[in-house]
């Protein structure tokens, strides 16, 4: 069996959403690239968590084909391998939930503006809400263009998917990405908790603007870069 | 004793309510159809979880009267067998909670929209409330009448009950149904789920509309009907 | 020791408020009355919960002195005397808590509108938010007054304590009780579910009313009085 | 190793904190202070509450400076010690947490008014929102100021930190302090419970002001101060 090691993180990556109150049944994936080989590892489909195993992963090419694996992967395989294909120099980890702050705003169509500095720590600004997908996007290949249409929403604005780390897909809900699985996770935890307390702060200011761009800049660039100085030298 | 087999079923049917955070106390209850037999097994009315054994689950026939069973039925028995008259070709589970953002949705007396996918993977279009019942309705035949209502409600708008496996009862709450009690549980989960996401969704967006169709149609049939595609091929 | 048997039901009664999430610390307390000997059973004041025995339990007398008990009683007996002195007939248990919803509802001087059956099952009408306390009754006697201005509250509007065994403290919190300990913490269970309900549903629908009369009397009636049919015989 | 029952109960506040769902991962820290030793210990940066010990806390002296700990202490400290230099007479532990309803408030920019009795019982008027700190400030030395303008705050306010042992940093969230450690933490629950229930009280009611002077003094006199009477004769 291919990507022993690789299997077990996913495995695990996989196992920590339930455990974060991020995922009921089924409505979640992480999956982690394999760079060298061009191999990722991701959850099979529709399988219930406690029966999952690290060999019941699949492992996957670059295009979102099996390798390996009786089970068919994820139905987001090919968003996952769009975002390895455009990124996977910069990430290695890619993670799906339907956590419900988080497609609170997606569903309202709605950037998570950086109202403090939980957010700041992991996000560089607003966590980007994709444009819809048009209609001829999603019947020619749904799960691909999900991946285009966040790496175009990206390139367009001009964010680096290192410094925000994760994407709201319109009337859908969150992905999030890392240098690996586990990265992805954490970062997927995070969206939902800023998303919950920006509900909380709407509701208390619905005029309050982001918070000033040099708390911003001091909060991400004490976790993050060549100056950190959180932690014990060793960043996310 | 009747029906071992089903009662079984219907004993774990109930016991995963609470498990889900969709029942305090004995605010809830599920039934399963046994079809050939004409007959279906639910909970009996008032008695707390953990006394509940498969033993104490209430045989009934399709009036609702009572075949088997030491015990009262549930209070909405006659409910479940209107529901199980009507439809009983197409759905052999029925669940009714009173899950908190699902009965806020039925006291506003509104139509959950299907603002996401996460909606669009179990219910193809809003998850209707129903009208109010008649002082006469309720003094005649209460538990019945609210299950006629439904049943009216879905027939006027022209809505599948396979399609839309859930209603809201107007200032009452949920009632889901699917193609076993199994089923239906999971699709009184959902609605809680989708039910809370879109009391977010509002409180950020109050104008916002629902999903696109084409996106809602896409989400649907990819885990639904000859073409689905999502898990390994056996859908709930 | 005194009333050993109502002691382990106090304490039995008292552990059950952190259980169902309804206290945090010591923000709590429940009580229950002998009704023939003239004097209840409440826990002491400001031990943890995790400290509290049967023993520990505090015996007062009517004019909430403590008859039996090393330790202070809850700095809310007088309230629970008081309750007791006017009520004693039926009513045979208090509770106070801080809960979460109900405590945002006495904040915002609100009654809670009876916007389902949720909240007609257990009390047929409006949660009633007392009055506040004049500067002059809390100086005078504090806990004795709160307990005074329930008694006047629904006496004032015509409101039967057996019918509706809650009502909101304003700027305090809610104070629910029944036929026992264990009834007043069951009421005091719901009187939170209804608070938060009943936030969603004013989110969603600002101006809807509550239900009709018609509804909230049937579902009070179905659970309560002579011709109540649900359970199994044995009503809360 | 220095200071070993203090490593031990500032070690068990910190592992408070995350039961009390008040930290995910590592968003969260406690202190506590030998006043005689002018020494503080701290959790150290970024480290995982199932990795913490006794002997990994980090022992600092007032000015911040690591005295003993193979770790970096947390990236708060300056913020600590400022505490410590100014209020160190009067307070003896400091928590800092982002939970998620106080962080709500501190983004809204707002001070948390005294809606009720659970507030006043630990809180003598508003928790404080703090002014935003200036660029100058940030790049300066970003945790020393954001210390200093809470003790600017407090002074420029007349606020007793005793009597109101809780503050928000806009844009960022609550630090408690208290006695010790367990009481700074025991605050920080406090100020998320009443900041949730603030929240709603709003929603409910958005124009009701804060509950009347003479409740709020009655409610925290009686926990607090020569005529407190909550108890056992032991305040927190």
Redo the contacts between chains.
């Keep these: 069996m291919m990507l022993k090691e690789l299997r077990e993180k996913v495995y695990e990556a996989n196992m920590d959403l339930p455990k974060h109150g991020l995922v009921?049944?089924?409505?979640g994936n992480a999956s982690e690239l394999d760079r060298e080989k061009g191999l990722f590892v991701i959850k099979?489909?529709?399988?219930d968590y406690d029966e999952l195993t690290p060999e019941s992963m699949v492992v996957c090419d670059l295009d979102g084909k099996v390798v390996e694996g009786d089970?068919?992967p994820s139905?987001d395989t090919a968003t996952h391998a769009a975002l390895y294909r455009a990124w996977g120099e910069k990430i290695g980890g890619v993670v799906h939930t339907?956590s419900?702050?988080a497609?609170?705003?997606?569903?309202?169509?709605?950037d998570i503006p950086a109202?403090?500095?939980?957010h700041a720590d992991y996000f560089y600004g607003p966590v980007p809400c994709m444009r819809?997908?048009s209609?001829e996007e999603?019947?020619r290949a749904?799960e691909l263009e999900t991946g285009n249409v966040i790496i175009e929403g990206f390139t367009e604005r001009g964010i680096d998917p290192v410094a925000v780390p994760a994407a709201l897909v319109r009337?859908?809900?969150p992905f999030t990405w890392g240098k690996d699985a586990a990265a992805a996770v954490?970062h997927a935890?995070v969206v939902e908790?800023v998303a919950?307390?920006?509900?909380?702060?709407?509701?208390?200011?619905p005029h309050?603007g982001p918070?000033?761009q040099?708390?911003l800049d001091?909060h991400y660039l004490?976790k993050h870069g060549p100056n950190a100085?959180?932690?014990?030298?060793g960043a996310h």
């Design positions: 009921v049944f089924t409505w099979p489909s529709g399988v089970l068919n139905s339907h419900r702050s497609v609170a705003w997606a569903q309202a169509g709605r109202y403090g500095t939980t819809g997908l209609e999603i019947e749904y009337n859908h809900g954490y935890v908790e919950r307390m920006a509900i909380g702060t709407e509701a208390l200011a309050c918070a000033p040099y708390l001091k004490r100085y959180y932690g014990q030298g």
